[in-house]
């Protein structure tokens, strides 16, 4: 028969409240769920523009956007800038504890332009937090939190990236994107009671995911786009173990942690060049958020059976995620050859269900309107022929008010309401050889 909790000696117990603080306690790392680029853009023209620009960036930029289109290229190029928001996102009109947005991005386009790679263009583009990778946050699915932007913007994501230009008018291209880990503690201990620890190694990870692009002009005016970005979830897997007076409990616990997860995402772009003044683009995406696994931790170890129905009352359920349609709209207008304004807007809906169970996913529909320009600098003293490039750019994202109602009345979180804004701004300068 299977042991009952009164008959379990105390060092038993002792794992047992041991590995309970170990789900509960505020020391994993945040649990970022979508990357940068996904979330806010990937330079000043295609942030400005509400990221509909798959069919319209052909710099540094298209590493994201779309890796076929910077084979349309011509010349190298190199840029770099800086972002900066705030955020203000409110649980029954609370502020939340949710992290400042603060990162470099930059990049580069390589033409070769030797015998039969001509065609053959190379890029990269990457974004660079100036705050630690990671910073430890709870993400207990319990307690409520911004599970779509806790912490994400505190990732190093760099893409590289190959095309080639297969016709005058078509384009391929490839690559992928590299997300990094960095600079968490070796080992975290969790647990001290009674000369009893609970102790993990937390190893240093990398993931990627790929990217694949495809950019079509059948006519000067016209560009069509379709691009591909693959899923990534990358797991934490600590090696746990639960000592008393220097002798080990129990074996070794295995946990699994989801600390990032981006899913799969199709999308298809289309842009429209009226004249020599306006351009105006649309893209909607296709984002595969219902193969989202629990953040809660998933763990095998081998230890009485009581134990494990005891610990699998605590589990967080599915969270139960749903695909979305994601559209974008961008406008650019010339001023002159050497000022241009920039505007977009994006309706992301929230993959979040009703929040009815023991889970508390804070996430609503969101509204992105974004604005910027363009500057164009040429050297005053001609010892450079091509310009310098200055974009500028700003955006709101407006998240619905919603609110979550329990099924069950004495829930102990209870009904909640969810809002919030977050403003960003960027500088980049970029400059063509």
Not at 173 to 201: C, I, R, S, Y
Not at 244 to 262: C, H, M, R, T, W
Not at 370 to 389: A, C, M, N, S, Y
Request: hydrophobic residues 40%.
């Amino acid at each position: 028969m299977p042991r009952t909790p009164q008959s379990a000696s105390p060092h038993v117990l002792v794992v047992l409240a041991g590995f309970l603080a170990f789900l509960i306690q505020p020391v994993m790392p945040g649990t970022p769920f979508a990357s940068p680029f996904d979330t806010y853009g990937f330079g000043g023209r295609g942030m400005a523009m509400g990221g509909a620009v798959a069919s319209i960036v052909e710099d540094y930029t298209a590493t994201y956007y779309n890796p076929a289109a910077f084979a349309f290229t011509e010349t190298p190029e190199i840029a770099g800038g800086f972002v900066y928001g705030e955020t203000n996102l409110r649980l029954n009109g609370e502020k939340q504890d949710v992290p400042l947005i603060r990162a470099w991005q930059a990049g580069a386009t390589f033409p070769i332009s030797r015998g039969k790679l001509r065609f053959f263009k190379l890029g990269v583009g990457a974004n660079i937090p100036t705050s630690p990778v990671y910073k430890p946050v709870s993400q207990d699915a319990k307690e409520p939190h911004f599970v779509l932007y806790n912490n994400h913007y505190q990732r190093a994501e760099i893409n590289l990236c190959a095309a080639v230009k297969i016709l005058p008018n078509l384009s391929i291209g490839g690559g992928a994107t590299l997300l990094a880990n960095l600079d968490f503690p070796e080992k975290l201990q969790w647990f001290n009671t009674d000369e009893t620890f609970l102790v993990a190694e937390v190893p240093t990870n990398l993931s990627f995911f790929p990217l694949a692009g495809i950019k079509y002009k059948p006519t000067d005016s016209l560009s069509l786009a379709a691009v591909y970005r693959g899923k990534a979830s990358a797991d934490l897997v600590p090696s746990v173990i639960f000592t008393s007076s220097g002798e080990q409990l129990v074996p070794d616990v295995a946990v699994f942690l989801i600390n990032f997860y981006k899913p799969h995402e199709v999308l298809l772009g289309a842009s429209y060049a009226f004249g020599d003044k306006w351009i105006v683009g649309l893209d909607v995406a296709w984002m595969d958020y219902s193969k989202m696994q629990t953040p809660m931790p998933r763990y095998e170890f081998d230890v009485p059976e009581w134990i494990r129905e005891v610990l699998s009352m605590i589990n967080a359920p599915p969270p139960d995620f749903h695909d979305i349609f994601v559209p974008r709209i961008g406008v650019e207008y010339l001023i002159n050859k050497h000022f241009s304004f920039r505007s977009g807007y994006v309706y992301r809906p929230s993959p979040v269900p009703d929040q009815t169970g023991i889970n508390n996913y804070a996430d609503s529909d969101k509204h992105v309107v974004t604005v910027g320009t363009g500057i164009e600098f040429f050297d005053p003293w001609k010892l450079r022929k091509q310009p310098i490039i200055i974009d500028l750019v700003f955006q709101a994202h407006i998240l619905e008010g919603r609110s979550m109602v329990k099924t069950d009345p004495e829930d102990p979180v209870g009904d909640y309401t969810i809002d919030g804004e977050i403003f960003l701004g960027g500088i980049f300068f970029k400059h063509i050889f």
